[in-house]
């Protein structure tokens, strides 16, 4: 599975891009991605819950998912930071603990 996040110049994540499957497993049982889809679609639901963010996103078939943000008020933007570093550290986290698994491709500056 191939993993892009793009940020933004502020840091707030742009668009996310997932495809494929993590690894020879069947469709569905394959513990790496099912953790990369539950962190990505929590990151989603979370970013388009945010209060003036509008956001679009899709999973249009098995092993595709993305997601773009395309408006959002400053005064949400540390939260928005945090959804996305939170979204890094969980991947990088899958990435480790099953290597060869997961790609995850950043784009983009992450302002701290």
């Known amino acids: 599975m191939e993993v892009r996040v ?8 742009s668009r996310v891009e997932a495809r494929g499957h993590a690894g020879s497993e069947p469709s569905g049982s394959n513990p790496a991605c099912a953790a990369a889809t539950v962190l990505l679609r929590t990151a989603y639901e979370t970013l388009s819950a945010t209060p003036g963010v509008q956001a679009s996103g899709e999973a249009p078939s098995p092993g595709i998912l993305h997601f773009v943000v395309k408006h959002y008020p400053a005064e949400v933007v540390q939260r928005l930071r945090g ?25 983009g500056e992450r302002r701290k």
């Open 6 to 13: 793009s940020f933004g110049s502020d840091g707030v994540i």
């Open 83 to 107: 959804i996305g570093d939170f979204l890094l550290v969980g991947l990088s986290s899958v990435e480790r603990e099953y290597p060869g698994k997961i790609n995850v491709i950043i784009d």
